[in-house]
T-cell receptor, first 110, second 114 residues
């Protein structure tokens, strides 16, 4: 069974702080996606990383795919209250199906 | 471009009943996947439909079944509801030949089983 472990599960920080969310697995994924989900809504795709070692930036968000394509991280610089939400990583397995982590609940206080 | 829509938004059922949830995929997409998201958890893959046939299934019992229609919309049916079926049910559409199976989610249907 392919599993993705996210850490931390909960994160409460002040506006302006930096944070990193980790997504780890013992399995290799062909690609990995990061989603953000707000209450009452479905997840919204932020980024897809494909190549081992790949780094992608989306404004204050930096995503990295591990060299072995088993893990990934999301770093947010100078967090803002609008960043509050549930962050989900999802690996695409060899059958093209998404395997989600349990999510990281981020709360950014003004 | 119309996004993914789901109906109803909320539903309350009792144990043993049956429920049907509906999903309209985003225009241009031909594949629909269904997920169950329990409170405080990530979505769990139920199954995927492509060309009106099931194309992969997660670890869910046969009482979870689905359909895809020629217009690519889809239904999720759950028979003999159990308390643990209470969750947010998400539908996601995608284009079968998209490079990385990027999926676009609807807002979900919140099912409560009493």
């Amino acid at each position: 069974t392919q599993l993705l472990e996210q850490s931390p599960q909960f994160l409460s920080i002040q506006e302006g702080e930096n944070l990193t969310v980790y997504c780890n697995s013992s399995s290799v994924f062909s690609s990995l996606q990061w989603y953000r989900q707000e209450p009452g809504e479905g997840p919204v795709l932020l980024v897809t990383v494909v190549t081992g070692g790949e780094v992608k930036k989306l404004k204050r968000l930096t995503f990295q795919f591990g060299d072995a394509r088993k893990d990934s991280s999301l770093h947010i610089t100078a967090a803002q209250p609008g960043d509050t939400g549930l962050y989900l990583c999802a690996g695409v397995n060899k059958w093209g199906k998404l395997i989600f982590g349990q999510g990281t609940e981020l709360s950014v206080k003004p | 471009e119309t996004g993914v829509t789901q109906s109803p938004t909320h539903l309350i059922k009792t144990r043993g009943q049956q429920v049907t949830l509906r999903c309209s995929s985003q225009s241009g997409h031909n594949t629909v996947s269904w997920y169950q998201q329990a409170l405080g958890q990530g979505p769990q893959f139920i199954f995927q439909y492509y060309r009106e046939e099931e194309n992969g299934r997660g670890n869910f019992p046969p009482r979870f079944s689905g359909l895809q229609f020629p217009n690519y919309s889809s239904e999720l049916n759950v028979n003999a509801l159990e308390l643990d079926d209470s969750a947010l049910y998400l539908c996601a559409s995608s284009f079968r030949l998209a490079a990385y199976n990027e999926q676009f989610f609807g807002p979900g249907t919140r099912l409560t089983v009493l």
